[in-house]
């Protein structure tokens, strides 16, 4: 009989991931979504729209890019940022230049992250969140970190069965009858995935349902530089069509800190 503690285990992990799961859902339906008129009327600037698909890297990076595009930023393929205008425009560009350093250039991978941390990131943060559409940090699990949670645990389950079924020991009880018992907690770890499948993915972990209402009402598109740069904003780095700044982007030198 030592596989009811493997089933056992399977149960308690499938049970626990769910309802966190379910748990984040209403959490994030209930604090994040105060009414179905928030945001009404209220255009996201560009900042707001990455931090709203990307969080503080997103935001980092469109800054980034968008300093390259003006050519006010000079972004190598090797993978260094170089200031060719020290003037920046806003809060976010000074937060990159002075990520960059006095000596005006500077690997690209600790910029990108002195730039998500900087406290104009954070003030993009809390102007969202006090409008209701942004997630507040302190909201708990994310619906995505729930999910995430969830898929783990199916292979997880999946494998304590075959542990169970695998061990030499003797069982007054059938395989194919443990299998069915261990298939149980599998079913109800796929059926979360199912349902979250629909009734709550796509979901951002930054963006309030109200927040990714308005992303979702954003022009996206490469015919002017605003809509390219709002598509970079809401898809990320896939989105950047110039050859030289993906190269930027994608390089992995031994110079840079992860």
């Known amino acids: 009989m030592f596989w009811v503690p493997l089933l056992l285990l399977a149960w308690a992990v499938a049970g626990v991931t769910c309802l966190r799961l379910c748990l984040a859902a209403v959490r994030g339906a209930a604090m994040a979504d105060p009414g179905p008129d ?22 980092a990076d469109v800054t980034l890019i968008a300093m390259a595009r003006q050519r006010r930023l000079l972004l190598a393929h090797t993978g260094w940022a170089t200031v060719v205008d020290p003037r920046g425009r806003d809060e976010m560009e000074r937060s990159v230049i002075g990520a960059i350093g006095p000596q ?3 690997p690209l991978a600790p910029v990108r992250a002195a730039a998500a941390a900087a406290d104009a990131v954070r003030g993009i943060s809390e102007r969202l969140v006090g409008a209701g559409l942004a997630v507040p940090d302190d909201a708990g699990t994310s619906v995505v970190d729930a999910v995430r949670q969830v898929r783990l645990a199916v292979p997880a389950v999946a494998g304590l069965g075959a542990v169970a079924l695998l061990m030499p020991v003797a069982s007054e009880m059938p395989r194919p009858l443990v299998a069915l018992w261990f298939v149980l907690p599998l079913v109800l770890t796929l059926g979360c995935l199912a349902i979250a499948r ?11 349902p109200a927040g990714a209402r308005l992303l979702g009402a954003l022009p996206h598109g490469t015919d002017d ?12 780095l896939r989105a950047v069509g110039e050859p030289e700044l993906r190269a930027a982007f994608a390089h992995r030198g031994s110079h840079e800190a992860h």
């Open 104 to 106: 005006g250039q500077s």
């Open 225 to 236: 530089d605003r809509a390219y740069l709002t598509t970079v904003a809401v898809r990320g």
């Open 198 to 208: 629909f009734e709550v993915l796509p979901y951002s972990p930054w963006a309030s």
């Open 38 to 59: 928030t945001g009404a009327g209220r255009d996201l600037t560009l900042y707001e729209a990455a931090f709203l698909s990307g969080g503080p890297a997103r935001v």
